[in-house]
Nanobody, 125 residues
Framework: VQLQASGGGLVPAGASLRLSCAAS????????MAWFRQAPGKEREFVAA????????YYADSVKGRFIVSGDNAKKTVYLQMNSLKPEDTAVYYC???????????????????WGQGTQVTVSS
């Protein structure tokens, strides 16, 4: 299974970007998909997730109200609409897919089985 993330770029503060992530390869059952990010010198952190049962969404406090996660479980795709971008949103953004509930919480790296290669988002001040 491969996850391909795209849509990153260089934008000014206040702008918007939409990231996309699509899974390919063998068919797999997905429990949830998510976005994480890693800024230079920092640990990878949770951004947003969508649990396919009920299409329930979860957000980190730092992006709540600005970012919207959506997707299509049948197509194994997930999107991240990022609005009102700030310089502190600058990071490499990774998408991830979980095949089953593990009890670690959707904000935990350990809940996910597959990871994409990352797409760079740079927000200038």
């Amino acid at each position: 299974v491969q996850l391909q993330a795209s849509g990153g770029g260089l934008v000014p503060a206040g702008a918007s970007l939409r990231l996309s992530c699509a899974a390919s390869g063998r068919t797999f059952r997905s429990y949830a998909m998510a976005w994480f990010r890693q800024a230079p010198g920092k640990e990878r952190e949770f951004v947003a997730a969508i649990r396919w049962s009920g299409y329930i969404t979860y957000y980190a406090d730092s992006v709540k109200g600005r970012f919207i996660v959506s997707g299509d479980n049948a197509k194994k795709t997930v999107y991240l609409q990022m609005n009102s971008l700030k310089p502190e949103d600058t990071a490499v953004y990774y998408c991830a897919a979980s095949t089953r509930f593990k009890g670690r919480g959707l904000s935990s790296d350990f809940e996910y089985d597959y990871w994409g290669q990352g797409t760079q988002v740079t927000v200038s001040s």
